[in-house]
């Protein structure tokens, strides 16, 4: 028989059993829950392949798992909405300036005239978007898969070659808040990390990347390829990959809960949880290119169609409303009051109110069409955006500064192609937008940049090159250079000698080397002369080139020639097709 004494010290120990084994059963249930919810992740989770079963994974991973479970793998419980200004450290850190592409600046452009006191040249066409680090450092790269670093002054920081080209369909870089800059490549791409001295820090092999960079506050990165979406660590290891029918050509935005909005090729726009899985999509009548921004209040997305409506849609993924307004490729930007603003390929910029009504319409040219700028919106009401002119002929490219009202401040004609670009805004009210260009001397691409000028240095004297004889009549390039102290872009004019000019030709970067073609139609010494203006008229001195011309191209020619001259000379309006063909 066991005294009164025993029985109590088998309670005790019994208690304490309870105790000590509790905790262990609440860790193997919590585990089996973790593995059953991993079941029912979506299947775009390659980060498995290499593990026989997800208990596996779970097994070698559970410490990780255990302590990221709740943020990870259930669903984010509402929490309250903090202010719509950039949590980075940044003036622009990323395309749309923020995670919700909001595309407004806390800064303001009131004493930026539009001029463009800067140009900086690329190797190759820039249809991406620049980013603006908190020391002013400006980044953009090019389709070459040079990836520049810029001073504020437009001097080059460093260059660092990407393992490809930027993305065809601007790519632009984003910078996370510890400085180091994320760019995507195309044509067997990669996402590359780059410290911000410009040695690479890391870079993995994706899928196609056709999209900017979107960063949230932890760390994470998300952009679309042609297999979907990726979320992925800063150490570039794969969060998630979600799987669409078709390429994504629309950066996702984040919402405050994690909540990923993009649109893809097969006509949806999607919302995916922070775990990777789907939310909700909507379908549309279209391609989706547009990139989704979500409201200030975060509680509406907006997001155009190929088809040409611009959506509002809900949290839940239900429609709030539609707008007919033409195919928009960027993202709508709100000011203050919650207005949407935007270009379309149809000639057209617009503005849209939070319900749905559009406000005004800016027309452009005929033929003219916004193709992936995203407005940028100053503190004070200044709405910046590309524009193509004549978009199927690659027509040239411009910049427009309009007031919230729609009507024009300014703009000006930047690029003999086009301009995919989005406008961005520094802490000191300067804009920065990238072009491309034909490739006259090898000039592909641009980054330019408006606002005010301190002082001003006119254009050093044009050095000009070419041959120093010619045949008559022979269409002869001629090489032409200026270099400006304040790195100002420059115009040309110039005299042929023969009493023929031109008169300024459109703006270049400083130092670049265009060239001319010209024939002279009488033998002689003719003395070219080319003289340098910048963007704010200051004049350099003539610089000069001597060619003879004095060789006929055989005595049948010259006879011929002459009669023909001749003849025009005593019959003014003979033969006008003539005329023309012998003035060529």
């Known amino acids: 028989m066991l005294n009164k004494s025993h029985h109590q010290l088998i309670i005790t120990i019994g208690v304490l059993c309870i105790f000590l084994i509790l905790p262990v059963t609440a860790q193997i249930n919590n585990n089996d829950t973790i593995v059953n919810e991993l079941k029912n992740i979506d299947k775009n989770f390659p980060q498995y392949a290499n593990y026989a079963s997800i208990k596996e994974y779970v097994e070698n991973h559970i410490s990780t798992l255990s302590e990221n479970y709740i943020s990870e793998i259930k669903v984010q419980s509402p929490q309250v909405k903090p202010s719509p200004e950039n949590i980075f450290d940044h003036p622009w850190p990323m395309q ?40 002013g450092t400006v980044y953009f ?14 001097n080059l920081k460093w260059r660092f070659t990407a393992a490809r080209g930027l993305g065809d369909f601007g790519s632009s870089p984003a910078i996370a808040p ?75 935005a984040v919402d405050d809960d994690g909540i990923v909005y993009f649109g893809s090729h097969d006509h949806y726009i999607y919302a995916v949880y922070p775990n990777g899985t789907l939310k909700w999509k909507f379908l549309t009548g279209s391609w989706v290119h547009g990139s989704p921004t979500i409201g200030a209040d975060g509680t509406t997305i907006y997001c155009g169609s190929d088809e040409g409506y611009l959506y509002a849609l809900y949290q839940n993924g239900t429609m709030k409303w539609r707008v007919m307004v033409g195919g928009m490729r960027a993202s709508p930007s709100l000011d203050k009051d919650g207005n949407l603003y935007f270009g379309v390929w149809d000639s057209r910029i617009t503005s849209v109110s939070p319900n749905g009504t559009i406000r005004w319409v800016f027309p452009l040219r005929s033929g003219d069409g916004v193709w992936g700028s995203t407005a940028a919106i100053s503190d004070d009401g200044t709405v910046y955006i590309g524009n193509n002119i004549d978009i199927d002929m690659l027509g040239g490219g411009e910049i427009l500064a309009l007031d919230l009202n729609g009507t024009l401040k300014w703009r000006k004609i930047i690029s003999n192609q086009l301009v995919r670009s989005s406008a961005v805004i520094g802490s000191d009210g300067t804009v920065y937008i990238c072009s491309s260009s034909s490739g006259q001397c090898d000039i592909w691409g641009h980054l330019h940049v408006f606002g005010p000028v301190v002082s001003n240095i006119p254009p050093n004297t044009p050095s000009i090159t ?73 004049e350099s001195n003539w610089g000069t080139f001597k060619i003879r011309v004095p060789i006929r191209n055989n005595l049948f020619d010259e006879t011929f020639f002459q009669l023909i001259e001749r003849f025009l000379e005593n019959h003014p309006y003979a033969f006008p097709i003539l005329r023309q063909l012998l003035a060529q």
Do not use: M
Request: net charge negative; with cysteine; aromatic share 14%.
């Open 96 to 135: 749309g300036y923020n995670r919700e592409h909001l595309g407004r600046s806390p800064y303001g452009t009131a004493s930026n005239p539009g001029i463009e006191k800067w140009r900086f040249s690329a190797s190759d066409w820039c249809d991406g978007s620049p980013a603006i680090a908190n020391d």
């Open 141 to 154: 790269g090019d389709a070459s898969g040079d990836f520049y670093a810029i001073y504020p002054d437009g």
């Open 178 to 252: 510890d400085g180091v800059i994320y760019i995507g490549t195309a044509f067997g791409s990669y996402i590359e990390a780059v410290n911000p001295n410009g040695t690479e820090k890391w870079r993995c092999l994706t899928p196609e990347v056709d999209t900017s960079i979107t960063i949230d506050e932890d760390g994470v990165i998300y952009f679309g390829h042609h297999q979907g979406v990726d979320a992925r660590y800063s150490n570039g290891t794969l969060k998630w990959r979600f799987l669409t029918d078709d390429f994504v050509q629309s950066t996702p």
């Open 466 to 538: 070419g041959p120093i004889e010619a045949h008559v009549r022979e269409s002869i390039a001629i090489y032409f250079s200026a270099t400006d102290d304040d790195l100002n872009p420059i115009s040309y004019y110039v005299d042929w000698g023969d009493g023929q000019t031109y008169n300024w030709t459109g703006d270049f970067g400083s130092g670049e080397t265009i060239y001319g073609y010209h024939k002279w139609l009488l033998q002689g010494s003719y003395t070219i002369k080319v003289k340098a203006r910048d963007t704010l008229g200051a």
